[in-house]
């Protein structure tokens, strides 16, 4: 099998975890040819494969014409990570414009031959037609060796999936418990559910496939990095600000109204890696929309 491995704006993670593959990344590589990887060889041109892995985000003029070059020569193309499936932790600039960005990075100079940047930063599949998805910040190891297995079968890999809550370990302690909470404010309690215990974790909403690591191994509430169950995806009801403080309201005793009051940045706790993502800001109630930055505006979303 001809293979292309890619990057667009990203920080070169989710291609990192093919070296950490080991001995099944010598095999992978035995077995097919890598035609196509930046990160690894000096090739140019980018030739006609039967797969593409592409990880991050096209950021400016010069990644869409990279993705329809991508969806035109590979005959199957795999979002890899977060980012290219939800946009990932580089979606939180959409609460800005790109001028307000390049000015606070790089002040009032003109920078000569800068790329034209694109409006607004969207996941992959929102340029071209995606067959297959991997999401992680970045993936584990061993989720990118069983994908890449069943790819190589020729299946293209399809799973609906749960949420990092069905392969978490631990036990609801008796409620109510204080909250809402973070961890810079309290130690959390070993072997116990972290949402249950007041604190802000995202495991109910986020699909599952990491084993559940931080909340489980780690005793840190998960921050969503694996993206939208496919619940979160598919019911237009479901908002996630609105879930979770149900959910924090029913562990602490508080009502609804004043967790969301006391919560003073939704966007980095619910949203920290699906903020591009076009599905989450049609709600019949709230939404991403007001936090994105509208054009023609001067500064930030809310």
Same mark, same amino acid.
Do not use: W
């Given at each position: ?136 910040? $970045? /993936?584990?190891?061993?989720? +990118?060796? @069983?994908?890449?297995? &069943?790819?190589?079968?020729?299946? =293209?890999?399809?799973?609906? *999936? ?25 130690? $959390? /309690?070993?072997?116990?559910? +972290?949402? @249950?215990?007041?604190? &802000?974790?995202?495991?109910?909403? =986020?699909?599952?496939?990491? *084993? ?91």
């Amino acid at each position: 099998m001809q293979v292309a491995i890619l990057s667009l704006s990203s920080c070169l993670g989710c291609q990192m975890v093919f070296l950490n593959l080991e001995e099944y990344f010598y095999a992978f590589i035995g077995d097919n040819r890598i035609a196509y990887a930046p990160l690894l060889m000096d090739h140019r041109e980018m030739p006609n494969v039967d797969l593409a892995l592409v990880e991050g985000t096209a950021r400016n003029a010069g990644h869409f014409l990279k993705v329809r070059e991508v969806r035109e020569k590979a005959e199957r193309v795999v979002a890899l990570g977060t980012c290219a499936c939800f946009g990932g932790v580089q979606g939180l600039a959409n609460r800005f414009s790109e001028e307000s960005l390049l000015e606070g990075r790089f002040g009032t100079e003109t920078i000569e031959g800068a790329p034209q940047g694109v409006r607004r930063l969207l996941p992959l599949d929102s340029y071209i037609r995606v067959d297959a998805y991997l999401p992680g910040c $970045p /993936p584990s190891p061993e989720l +990118l060796r @069983d994908f890449l297995q &069943l790819l190589l079968t020729g299946s =293209t890999p399809v799973r609906e *999936g749960s949420t990092v809550c069905a392969e978490c370990t631990v036990v609801s302690p008796q409620l109510p418990q204080p909250g809402p909470r973070r961890i810079t404010e309290a130690a $959390p /309690p070993t072997g116990i559910c +972290l949402l @249950d215990a007041g604190f &802000l974790c995202m495991g109910p909403l =986020t699909r599952d496939g990491c *084993g559940a690591l931080c909340p489980s191994t780690m005793g840190v509430p998960c921050r969503g990095c694996r993206g939208p169950s496919s619940r979160v995806l598919t019911d237009p009801s479901l908002d996630m600000e609105e879930e979770t403080a149900r959910r924090i309201s029913r562990a602490t005793g508080t009502k609804r109204e004043d967790v969301k009051a006391a919560i003073k940045d939704p966007v980095h706790t619910h949203y920290l890696f699906t903020l591009a993502e076009p599905i989450l800001r049609r709600r019949r109630r709230g939404g991403t929309a007001p936090y994105l930055y509208r054009l023609g505006e001067r500064g930030s979303g809310r």
